[in-house]
């Protein structure tokens, strides 16, 4: 199949996701590109790296992306999981990096809450502290769970486009993402503490 043909193909299932990028007018669909998924991309890349090296990944992300333009296969994935899966590779490189901030994340006290009305704070502090407690689970993960995890709650990608990113079927990242969830919600589940009458507290 020509390249022509996979383009028109690909279009009859997501033409609006699944650009040309070989075509004469690079600009202008790389612009779209960039607009119409950058947001999306810097937000998962902040999450995961922290806000201070994201945008630099992300004009990598991109950098990459067109470099590598011929190698995108429209019929294997749309371009919004194409770069998502640049971007979880640039990632990769900096797994250290990433655990580090995961486990500062961890460690951060929750108390300053900078933005947002005042019928927020309570809301804002509390997420916080959620964020601080699945953050010390995500920096133990194996950094293929994490990708699937992030991918799917920080990227808000779907199985398909997960496996597609991480060249995995999609059966496989919906049976990781169902072992992940299970044990970070045994690790989020406080033990039961009995405490008899009288106040004291069994340890």
Same mark, same amino acid.
Not at 45 to 53: D, F, I, K, T, Y
């Given at each position: 199949m020509t390249r022509a043909e996979r383009y028109a193909a690909a279009s009859e299932v997501d033409g609006d996701d699944r650009p040309d990028l070989c075509g004469d007018d690079l600009r202008s669909v790389f612009q779209s590109l960039f607009d119409?998924? !950058?947001? #999306?991309?810097?937000?998962?890349?902040?999450?995961?790296?922290?806000?201070?090296? !994201?945008? #630099?990944?992300?004009?990598d992300t991109f950098l990459i992306a067109l470099q590598r333009r011929a190698s995108y296969d429209p019929a294997r994935a749309g371009a919004r999981a194409w770069l998502f899966g640049i971007a979880t590779n640039l990632l990769r490189r900096h797994v250290r990096a990433e655990t580090r901030y995961l486990r500062m994340t961890a460690h951060e006290d929750g108390t300053q809450v900078t933005h947002g009305h005042a019928d927020r704070v309570a809301d804002r502090v509390d997420a916080q502290v959620r964020v601080r407690e699945l953050a010390a689970a995500l920096a133990e993960l194996a950094p293929g769970d994490r990708d699937v995890l992030l991918l799917t709650s920080w990227g808000e990608l779907d199985a398909s486009e997960i496996?597609?990113?991480l060249d995995i079927p999609a059966g496989t990242v919906r049976s990781r993402l169902?072992?992940?969830?299970?044990?970070?919600?045994?690790?989020?589940?406080?033990?039961?503490?009995?405490r008899p009458e009288g106040g004291r507290t069994d340890d």
């Open positions: 119409n998924h !950058a947001r #999306d991309v810097r937000r998962y890349l902040a999450s995961r790296a922290g806000p201070e090296v !994201a945008d #630099d990944l992300l004009g496996g597609a990113v169902h072992r992940v969830r299970r044990l970070l919600r045994a690790r989020a589940t406080p033990k039961a503490r009995h």
